[in-house]
């Protein structure tokens, strides 16, 4: 049975996205080895899994400027090609520099998925099945994450660390090369030869302006608890619940999976629950708060506490896809590629920000008040939204009041 356009192009972006998480947390795997055999220190190595991010992080904008200028494809063919050679000539590196300038490499690869992708998405999906593409995106992604470290660490233990990682980066050409042979299912949105200057003025005033402002905190809030729950849950139910660390660890994994599952389901409902997605967001968002809050201040046994951690990871999930949704809706289609390289940025600088000081509060005996601050940064979250929904509908209001 054939598959449907729309399939494909979940397939291919999906595959895309996929391959860019996949390659992050195929690094360090490889920390050890890498100490041993180039003779450095461990700060060393870990410098480039934090180039590679930085990387990321810092060009998605500019990024977003050429794929809303040139168009998606060319930018995330060659984004994919560069991010999987580089990872596959790490296997031939003799120094350690040589990994390091790779890593940088693969991080420019790296900075193109997000705004192109989504630059794609908005283009080449019809709207009544965006919300389900988006959460299939971001479950790709996920999946990634979750496969870095057991895919790498198995491949090295069967093949060596040279081959495993020159699998993988040959691996991802492939799948630019499946790019490449189906692109033209990939519509950017627009053509970028008969681009309008948008009315609303310049790309630059529409990273600038509140709206777009206020998502950027949002997301950079929500990853930041996130990255809160990933750091240091296990730590928490260990030294507060006193709970083992293998029990402490399938808490976390449950969280995880919630995750996970949740942003597919929150595709479905976000396709389903168009006019209610600001509701969507504020429901789940503070579901999840009343959950973990309960799990910090109640004394529960081992397995309700791993049944609520996935069902907060679950409603966190849910709310992602609305979330993403709704920036979709704020932004015309030719200014996709920038806003999302904008404001998807957020995530790794918020991933960045939570650790040391979380860590700080334990180290001064204050385990117990990581996940309260964890919710306390959710419902901050949910102020930037609803203050960025607010701030789009007044600017489309004005907008429309102009045209008229």
């Known amino acids: ?26 690094l360090p795997p490889m920390f050890l080895i890498w100490q041993r055999q180039f003779h450095v220190t461990f700060a060393q190595v870990g410098l ?16 977003g400027f050429l794929v809303d200028k040139h168009g998606a494809r060319r930018f995330l063919i060659g984004g994919a090609f560069l991010m999987s050679v580089s990872i596959a000539m790490m296997g031939f590196a003799t120094h350690f520099w040589q990994i390091l300038v790779l890593a940088v490499l ?10 192109a992708d ?25 999946l990634g ?26 691996t991802g050409v492939l799948a630019v090369g499946a790019i490449i042979l189906q692109s033209r299912i990939l519509v950017e949105g627009v053509d970028p030869k008969k681009k309008k200057a948008h009315s609303g003025g310049s790309g630059r005033a529409l990273l600038l302006s509140r709206p777009m402002l206020m998502f950027f905190v949002f997301y950079m809030l929500g990853a930041m608890a996130s990255a809160g729950v990933q750091s240091w849950l296990i730590t928490v139910l260990h030294t507060v619940k006193g709970m083992d660390i293998a029990t402490a660890s399938g808490a976390l994994t449950a969280f995880m999976v919630g995750t996970t599952g949740g ?8 396709d389903g629950w168009k006019q209610h997605l600001m509701s969507l967001v504020v429901g789940m968002t503070l579901i999840a708060v009343a959950l973990l809050l309960a ?7 081992v397995a309700a506490t791993i049944a609520l951690m996935m069902a907060a990871g679950l409603t966190i999930g849910i709310s992602r896809t609305p979330r993403d949704v709704m920036l979709k809706d704020t932004v ?15 995530l790794p600088l918020g991933s960045a920000l939570t650790p040391v000081p979380f860590g700080f509060l334990i180290d001064r005996g204050h385990p117990e008040l990581v996940l309260a601050l964890v919710a306390t940064l959710l419902l901050a979250s949910l102020v930037c939204a609803m203050a960025a929904r607010a701030s789009a509908r007044r600017h489309a209001a004005m907008l429309a009041e102009a045209a008229d």
Request: glycine letters at 14%; hydrophobic letters at 50%.
């Open 263 to 270: 942003v597919l389901i929150g595709g479905w409902v976000a």
């Open 48 to 63: 480039s899994v934090a180039l590679l991010s930085g990387t990321t992080a810092l060009l998605q904008t500019p990024v």
């Open 332 to 346: 015309p289609a030719s200014e996709m590629g920038k806003v999302f390289g904008f404001v998807s940025s957020g």
């Open 145 to 170: 994450f979750a496969a870095g470290a057991p895919g790498i660490a198995f491949l090295t233990l069967a093949l060596g660390w040279r081959e495993a990682l020159s699998i993988v980066g040959f």
């Open 106 to 115: 693969s991080g420019i690869g790296n900075s193109v998925i997000h705004p």
């Open 295 to 301: 799990v910090n201040l109640l004394s529960l046994p």
């Open 1 to 26: 049975m054939a598959l449907s356009r729309t399939t494909r192009v979940n397939l291919l972006i999906g595959t895309g996205h996929f391959l860019s998480h996949f390659y992050v947390l195929c």
């Open 118 to 142: 989504y630059a794609i998405l908005a283009g080449s999906i019809q709207p009544d099945r965006m919300g389900r593409a988006f959460g299939l995106h971001t479950f790709a992604g996920n």
